[in-house]
């Protein structure tokens, strides 16, 4: 098991070599080449894929004018971009000196066949475009005047590190020597959920028509990281460590067994059936982001010899950037995350995106208040938060790190360790992160130390239950179905946290604690018998809802989707609906066609008179609502409540 402190000298070197292979100037233009060939193997995966969408429609039947894949550009070159897009990383140096991350979405709601037949052609896709592109990287290095030009340009990182290793980022590294791994090679790493065991496949990359097939950049298929898939093309390297005395407190001195990766480029893809695809998704086609594509340039040669490699790449508007930064700095507050040393340059770039589009502030606030289910940045700034603040200014002194050598952070850890004085848009990035780590920890609460639920939480869903079924949108439901004349008997069935904790504690494997409650009290699922049915009454229920509301004089808005699953060898429909009060989600309500037998309901084992809705159609409902779910606390528990259903039974 990788310990932090060798996660953290691996990343930095891993960043450092990414850095060199990534700048244009690098070993007389080397670098730029490099970039060129990333910048037309990006290209083609884009025109790839849109092919791929196009071939689809005519084959499948499929309905025209449609995206059913969409692929788009992220991470730092991706926002410098459009940020700055007459700047010069975008028109001179290829998009920066980092590698370029990008990720692909498949749409969720296609048919499982149709969307496994996509998944399969992606991954033919990208893999023979990286592999295409490695073989063009290496004939840069074979057409090279000089035959020992691949050499020299392993020896240039090699000779760099031996100049620079005492000060990496403000770390010394002098106990570490590169070594570039050879041969390359293409992994293959799959998930023992398929193969029922770690599998890790190796083979040497060889190519008949390159002069040094051995510089061919290494490519990695993973997938066995969930919930994604993940493809790259890079060099991998590996650190070698001399004995030496321990050092200071920034000298490193640590065994690294794990590669150094040298990247060029990363493309990710939530796998099918989990709740990131419906969420990505659902993010990207909801018009808050758009995507459209961009120029980027990258130039090289004298000034008598100009040339230039030009692509039109797909990049996210800065709205999307900045879900990113608020989604990543959230993961770090509550402990989640695996970066927490990127916590300076998550929120440098919030405070970036705040000053570079100050027309766009109110947005901003907002889209931080639906991260985290609050309706007021004031009374959030307010929030007395003891214990979320605690945990911050931890993560700040740990993370935010300032070393006699590296004075990059400066700024940030004295603006950060302000209080009165601090700048809205600071005090706004640790007030979220404050009040997501405190909501984590108080969320301990509603388990006692045995891991049963708590009296105080059994309580408060007992009293959420009474008022939602006598009070609140199960009886406005009702009355729906009587204006949309349903003369059948609408029958429903309890699907709340406490009902799908309740089959983790029956399994007797999984830890209801580490699952925990999304907080969402109130959640149900109807049986209606078709179609036309479900589409009259969720009509006259969004009606009377808004009268409802309006009523009561009451801050509650509801949001709704229809979809399709396959169930029993037919489609059938569902409708969602998640109210939100004042922000936050408080109630789930699914609509579902099918009789008793395709949606059974169930008596619960400790009150006859309540019924249950099944695990699958549990599970189903919190992937749905996810993708309706902005705030992070939330959604992060119905992930997880979704992925415990998973690991018990299959969800359509």
Sequence with gaps: METEDQRHARRLFSGWVTEQLNTKSFHDDFGARVRGEVLTALSKINDGLTLINQRLIEKEKLVDGREYICFYMKGGNAFDCVVDPTGPKALKDGGGSSDWDTQVVVDPWLPEAIQNTIYGLVEDTVLDVLNNAGVEIAKIAGDSINDSFPEDFVKDIENLWSDKRNNIKGFDASLYTLSLDDPQALRKIYDRDKTGLWMNDSKRLANKTVKYPKWIPGMTFNDAIKPFVLWRLGYTWHADKSAGPPGGAFKLNVDINRPILAELIDVTIPRSNTVEAVEVWEHLKSNHISVEEQTVN??????????????????????????????????????????????????????????????????????????????????????????GRGVVNNLIDEYVIVTPTDKKWENLKKELAKTDDIKLEYNIAKSMMAYVAETSVKSQQDFDDLGRVSTARLKTMSEAWQAFTKLEEVALLGEAAVKANYTETLYAANSDDLTLLDFIYENDYLTAKRIGFSHVDKSAIFRVDNLMNLKVIAGQYLSLFQKWNAAIKGSKVVAHRYYQIEKFGRYMNECIFVTFDSGKATSFITLTTGDASQVPFASAPNNLNKKYASIEDIGRQRKVAAALVEDYLIRTVLSRQYEAVKALVNVS
């Design 298 to 387: 990258v130039e090289y040669g004298s000034a008598l010899n100009k040339q230039s490699v030009s692509a039109d790449l797909p990049l996210p508007d800065v709205f999307y950037h900045l879900s990113e930064i608020l989604e990543m700095m959230c993961e770090i507050a509550d402990g989640s995350s695996n970066h927490k040393d990127k916590l300076p340059k998550r929120i440098n770039r919030f405070v970036e995106i705040w000053n570079r589009v100050p027309t766009k502030r109110d947005k901003i606030k907002q889209m931080v208040l639906s991260r985290i289910g609050r309706d007021s940045i004031d009374e959030l700034i307010d929030d007395e938060l003891a214990e």
